[in-house]
């Protein structure tokens, strides 16, 4: 074999000559033990990187015999593409070899059966005195331990060591991948925001060790549900990211976002104790609500952020007036510390009717805010701020003071509901707040009901359950609000003192459709109640439809626009003065598919023109608009409902200048009371006929896509409505 590590020696005559050898034997001898000792090795390969030698120390780590490797090519010993899936990745090595590129430190993977080997080679060109390369020499060494303890660490790095999942620095590194991927690709990518609720009472009440098993436990349960959809990550405490790619069906994506809510917050069973949890979800995707990683993070978040603020246990898909909200809520939250101590504040009271011979029980306190600029700002505005700020044990305090004075001045049978914030019953001590209300009034407990959610039971339920027993002995009332909107945890309701449930307007809504189980879920909750001995009442009654249809289904109780709205106290007493306690029913005589009255500005877009029209009502099926002149029947007109929303309807009423139009694909609810569209306008649509690539702008931007096209004359009349409607 060729004397590979010899160097040419500049010395001449027989003296220099044997010095030389002996030098050179020395050498060997050495790199022998260096090479026995697997500090290192060497290889050679010639001018067709063919191996022509290697340490056979290195042919037996690879269990071979040295002759057995020689000839073998250099691309064939190791892997191509020797990067793995953590990313300590290493450049193309044919490339290298071919470039005839010096080689330092590069780490490789050898390509063999059974395990892994990972070896750092070095190596140098070599060139003879015309330039021709003559191959490599060059050393290698192990590096599989190395490398082993290198991915532990990264995987440190990347995964949560509770739960497993990935981590915040893993989350965004993917998302970001993802995203720039997808946007030459034209994806869609959605991104869920989570944030438990009522965590941090778990976290007191049973300790850590009983939280961080919590968090394990959801963690399995998304990871059930989303499974190979997408990538779950938790990014710190209780906030936790769900990717999924190529989902931008909004319909979809609340469908799932439903299963999480619902999944999380099934009780939990903790080392002996017992939790429940809820949480919200905050909904964004890519490229419709952000093309960048963070645009879109915090598209997510500030849709979580809405979720929370608009009841707990909810989902929100992100919009672009989410933006404008943030900022109002800042102000309401500057504002609100004042107007309790102003008198800003107002209670109005809406009666509770006995369904048997509808004779007013009881009235409930609902709070109204007028802002001196503002006016009238709604409690389901601000209730969920003050919730947030903890103002709201101020606001729950006076409200409290007030329900109880204002109730004196009724007729002696009827009693006051005064809704209790859940957030409350961890912030203060409610039974001593209810106390002092009813001695500085001297009101009789028995003629006050609270009203609570379902979620007082998430986080400590010992906790609520002494103050509710506290309540009940000092002889007020409780009532469930809201039910069936919540938990779905059917356990504190036998074991909680309480007096009557009150069925959520939702389920009362829509009841007398064809098309769900409303009605059966409506007679569960009244025998459910009949057997636990508490009333019922129904909430949201609108139509005499619905009314008559809820009497039969057996709800002792009804409460509704059906009889009355809630009054202010002057006009109450009013009320009863004149018209005693007895309530006529009167509205609508059948409910209308879930119309809710509006009164907003879009686009209808027919032919190529676009007309500006006032949508009067919305549903899930159709809308009513105006501004239009005389719109035939069964026209097509797309209805664009801003942020990239078009609605593909058909005319089914027209009368001067009002239609009545109908929609070919129903819409879906945006989590909250709203409606949205499935699919979206894409971006990429917009931005191939022109436009920067950008997440959907508010409002319409449909004309932009045509810029220059010809257009035709526009077929109807644009009427001018805006002067009428403020008469109106
Ligand atoms: P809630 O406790 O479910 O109160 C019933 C809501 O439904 C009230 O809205 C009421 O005006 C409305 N409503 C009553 N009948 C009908 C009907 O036939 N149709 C329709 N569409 N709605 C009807 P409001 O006053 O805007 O209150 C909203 C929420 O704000 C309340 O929901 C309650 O959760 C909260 N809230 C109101 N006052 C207080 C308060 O003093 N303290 C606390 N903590 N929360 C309050
Ligand atoms: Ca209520
Ligand atoms: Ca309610």
């Not at 001449?12 to 790199?31: D, I, K, Q, Y």
């Not at 309530?583 to 209808?604: L, Q």
Request: proline content about 4%; glycine content about 10%.
């Amino acid at each position: 074999m060729r004397n590979l590590f010899s160097r040419q020696s500049g010395a001449t005559g027989t003296e220099a000559r044997v010095s030389g050898e002996m030098e050179a034997r020395e050498r060997l001898a050495l790199l022998d033990q260096f090479e026995q000792a697997a500090l290192g090795w060497f290889w050679a390969t010639d001018a067709d990187n063919h191996l022509i030698y290697l340490s056979s120390s290195a042919a037996s780590q690879l269990g071979r015999a040295q002759g057995e490797l020689l000839g073998t090519s250099l691309s064939a010993m190791f892997l191509p593409d020797s990067s793995d899936e953590d990313g300590l990745e290493a450049r193309p090595l044919a490339f290298q070899f071919s470039a005839r590129n010096s080689i330092s430190d590069m780490p490789v993977r050898l390509a063999v059966d059974g395990g892994e080997i990972w070896w750092s080679i070095s190596a140098r060109p070599q060139i003879d005195g015309e330039g021709n390369f003559l191959g490599y020499r060059g050393s290698a060494k192990d590096i599989t331990a190395v490398r082993q303890s290198q991915r532990d660490a990264s995987r440190l790095a990347q995964y949560d060591s509770l739960t497993g999942l990935a981590n915040r620095h893993r989350m965004t590194k993917r998302l970001t991948a993802t995203l720039t991927a997808y946007k030459s690709a034209k994806r869609s990518c959605a991104l869920l925001m989570l944030d438990l609720d009522r965590f941090k009472a778990v976290n007191d009440t049973l300790g850590h060790p009983a939280g961080d098993e919590l968090l394990k436990q959801v963690a399995q349960r998304l990871e059930r549900i989303v499974g190979t959809r997408g990538e779950i990550g938790r990014l710190g405490g209780d906030e936790f990211q769900i990717m999924l790619p190529d989902i931008d069906d909004r319909g979809r994506l609340g469908e799932i976002a439903n299963s999480v809510i619902q999944m999380v917050s099934q009780p939990y069973s903790l080392d002996g104790s017992r939790a429940i949890i809820g949480t919200s979800v905050g909904i964004a995707i890519a490229p419709y609500d952000g093309i960048e990683t963070d645009e879109l993070v915090s598209s997510a978040d500030l849709a979580l952020y809405a979720a929370k603020g608009g009841g707990r246990g909810q989902y929100r898909f992100f919009s672009s007036e989410l933006k404008d909200g943030a900022r109002l809520r800042r102000q309401i939250e500057e504002d609100l510390r004042d107007a309790i101590q102003t008198d800003q504040l107002e209670l109005h009271f809406q009666p509770i009717v006995r369904a048997s011979d509808h004779t007013v029980t009881c009235l409930e306190a609902l709070v109204r805010w007028n802002h001196p600029e503002r006016g009238f700002i709604s409690p389901g505005e601000f209730v969920p701020v003050a919730e947030e700020t903890n103002l709201i044990n101020a606001l729950g305090e006076w409200v409290m003071r007030r329900a109880c004075m204002d109730a004196m001045q009724w007729p002696e049978p009827l009693r006051v509901a005064v809704n209790v914030s859940a957030i409350q019953f961890s912030g203060t001590d409610v039974p001593k707040v209810v106390r002092t209300a009813l001695d500085r009034s001297g009101l009789d407990p028995a003629r006050l009901e609270l009203e609570i959610t379902e979620s007082v039971f998430l986080g400590d339920p010992e906790g609520t359950g002494r103050m509710l027993k506290d309540l009940k002995k000092m002889g007020v009332r409780l009532a469930l609000d809201d039910f069936g909107t919540g938990y779905s945890s059917l356990g504190y309701l036998s074991s909680a003192p309480l007096d009557k449930i009150k069925i959520d307007r939702s389920f009362v809504n829509g009841l007398t459709e064809d098309e769900n189980n409303n009605a059966a879920i409506i007679t569960a909750i009244v025998s459910l109640a009949g057997a636990l001995k508490m009333e019922t009442v129904a909430e949201g009654v609108e139509a005499l439809d619905e009314l008559a249809t809820i009497t039969e289904l057996g709800a002792s109780h009804v409460q509704g626009y059906v009889f009355s709205k809630a009054l202010d106290q002057s006009g109450l007493i009013e009320r009863l003065e004149t018209g005693g306690l007895k309530f006529e029913p009167h509205g609508p005589a059948r409910h209308r598919a879930d119309r809710r009255s509006t009164y907003r500005r879009v686009g209808v877009i027919h032919g190529d023109h676009r007309y500006d029209v006032v949508m009067k009502n919305l549903s899930k099926s159709g809308a009513g608009i105006e501004g239009m002149l005389d719109v035939p029947l069964d026209t097509p007109l797309v209805l664009d409902l801003g942020g990239g929303q078009l609605v593909v309807s058909r005319v089914v009423r027209s009368e001067g200048y009002a239609q009545g139009l109908e929609f070919e694909q129903n819409l879906i609810s945006d989590g909250a009371d709203g409606l949205c569209t499935r699919h979206r306008i894409s971006p990429y649509a917009l931005a191939s006929a022109g436009m920067p690539l950008a997440a959907l702008p508010p409002g319409s931007y449909l004309p932009a896509m045509t810029p220059d096209a010809p257009r035709s004359k526009p077929q109807f009349l644009q009427v001018d409505l805006s002067h009428a409607n403020k008469a109106a």
